[in-house]
């Protein structure tokens, strides 16, 4: 009879050497789903929403939650199925996520860059989540983008409107659907021109962050190309509630218009404070003076109340939009939720749906086959027209809304109206472009 | 010197926001000992007290308008506000309209009511703890009102205009022998510049001559001699507390029309109005008047292109330098109370 010489260090390291052998097939057959951060291993897959729950744009944040949970109701083979109906691209078939069931987790951004980076790193690190979407804000998006970047992670940006999201901070992992700054203002100045002449004397009051100085800078640029003149920029602070000492300078600077690169309660407050001063009944040069405010939101127009009647601005999407994408969108959410989706709200439930798309064209949940599947992926269905997230600098380009405050509206949501659908060609431009310019794409990071 | 003119106006009605915030600030503080960190969301439930009475006189029932669709292709859904249909349109137009002014005597019992349930149900229980203590509990007792108002009225800001026939602009410039259309300055911001005086007058008058404002005096200066005498001051002292809850809503009121209220509008306000108090001297009632003014008015005048060609940034940091200026020279304030805060 043989003796067993069991020993402790023994069992270990046999057990260890068995436990590799066990699992070595498995590493190797999971193919495409290993190797990256958060690979899905069971029957469901995790996306990170990361909007603002609290702080001033909580509304915006929670219109872009509703949307985001309608897309996993859609994805999941719940509802009418939306804009998955319209969607050029056949690969959604209702059945979640490659055939893992679609779940989300929430993160509140605060629309602070470091809340919202504590947010999406919880979401990542505790929660699994294989991609994050969502915020209304470029400071947040900017940090949160660079965060996934680091995670290996894919970001689909809620709103975020500077040139920088997708310029001088561009990353791999990152991909913007929303339009930019220097599209509001080459959609807008046509417009600007054929309303107020090319003749105008400009004064601008800037919100002073990433946002602001980008959208200044494009809106200076287009309007002093068809022959405007800027009298002025005066940079004001994030935190300003009352603009009126901004305001007043305004009255005697021989401006006749006043741009007003501001958003949110910045945008609410100081257009109030203007028209107060009773800018719009003055004349100014012989002219009737006018306000500008190059980037609109209708959770915004509705809190300036009727002081955005007749005021022109720009939107990504607006719910008043005809085509059949649009119209289901607008149908799926109004029945679900008793209200119009904003435009923030359509731009993650469009990302989301980009996101899901690319991963079944991928085959592949690795943020590097999802990138590569989003990367000059033509599409049309999703309510702007045909559209096309380039590869340079993961920019979609898509038709742009002019949009004008509405004279007389018939009821809380109808205050802005559609004044011109920009053509894409008419605001696109060049991956190189000075605006643009800084920074690198680099290589899309799978992480783990 | 038309600019200078109109930095001036827009300093004296920041100021007078300032100033009526500090007032009730350091009107808790002087009577008290407590620094209320709770007084900006006192200031923001102002302004909800005019958004609820708007809501309260548009209270509306809804008829079909068959004519035309909402957003889902269904017929619309028209609002009619039951004070038009029971006092006639003109009239149910003209009673929404002046909505702010009249949320003025609404907002004073419901301001004390809110004023002496935060100092019976909370404050009170802080009065002999620290400072620090005091800060914590209001901060957060802010917080809390904050979320309150959040979750029945949302985030988003919600525009309460002023009365139609104070829309548009005094044009100033043509009493001063200036062209027209040169100084011009909103009609409701010279409304709130009035009334902040008028406010401001009252609670000096109410203080100095009458008997039940000479004990508050007596009690701020010497607390335990007025209770030897056998008055019951903290009686007095919590009705000061409403009366000072008053004054910050009062002031919400009537900047509701400024600037559409938003549920943290009070913290806008709340570290401006500190600076306040600390520069016009802890305790003291006309410094936190003085101040107010002082500091609106240059705040001001540092956001003129002017000044900021020169310093750059300066309007951000203006009101901070003056306060570490002025702490520095006279470390009591511009008119502090000697013992007040130095124990």
Known sequence: MSKLNLTRRGVIKTGAAAGTALAMP?????????????????????????????????????????????????????????MMNTFSSKALKGNGILGKKVEFVTGDTQTKSDAARASAKSMIEKDGAIMVNGGSSSGVAIAVQGLCQEAGIIFMAGLTHSNDTTGKDKKANGFRHFFNGYMSAAALAPVLKSAYGDDRQAYHLTADYTWGWTQQESIAAATEAMGWNTVNNVLTPLASTDFSSYIAPVLNSGADVLVLNHYGGNMVNSLTNAIQFGLRDKMVNGKKFEIVVPLYSELMAAGAGENVQGVIGSMNWNWQLQDAGSKAFVKSFGEKYGRPPSNSAHTCYVQTLLYADACERAGTFNPCGVGEALEGFDFDGLGNGPTSYRADDHQCFKDVLVMKGKENPTNEYDTLEIVEVTPRAQVEYAPDHPMFAGGQLGACNPGA | MDAIILQILNGLDKGSAYALIALGLTLIFGTLGVVNFAHGALFMIGAFCAVTLSKILSLSYIILDETQTDFLGKPLKVKVPYAESWFGPEIGAAIIDWSVPLAILFSIPVMLLIGFAMERGLIKHFYKRPHADQILVTFGLAIVMQEIIKYF????????????????????????????????????????????????????????????????????????????LGIDIDKRFTLMFGIAAAVAGLAGVMYAPINSPNYHMGMDFLVLSFVVVVVGGMGSLPGAVLAGFLLGTLESFASMNEVKSIFPGIDQIIIYVVAILILLTRPRGLMGRKGVMED
């Open chain 1, 26 to 82: 498995t590493i190797l057959t999971a193919g495409s789903h290993a190797g990256f951060t958060n690979a899905p291993t069971g029957s469901s897959v995790t996306l990170g929403f990361n909007v603002p729950q609290t702080g001033p744009y909580a509304e915006e944040g929670m219109d872009e939650l509703r949307a985001q949970e309608l897309a996993v109701q859609h994805l999941n083979g719940e509802g009418d199925g939306g």
């Open chain 2, 153 to 228: 009225y949302g985030a988003n800001p919600i525009p309460t205009p002023a009365p139609d026939v104070f829309t548009g602009s005094y044009d100033f410039g043509v009493l001063l022998g200036f062209d027209p259309n040169v100084i011009i300055y909103p009609y409701w911001r010279l409304v709130y510049f009035g009334f902040s005086a008028i406010i401001i007058g009252a609670v000096f008058s109410f203080l100095r001559f009458t008997t039940f404002g000479m004990v508050v005096r007596a009690g701020m200066a010497d607390r335990e001699t007025v209770g030897l």
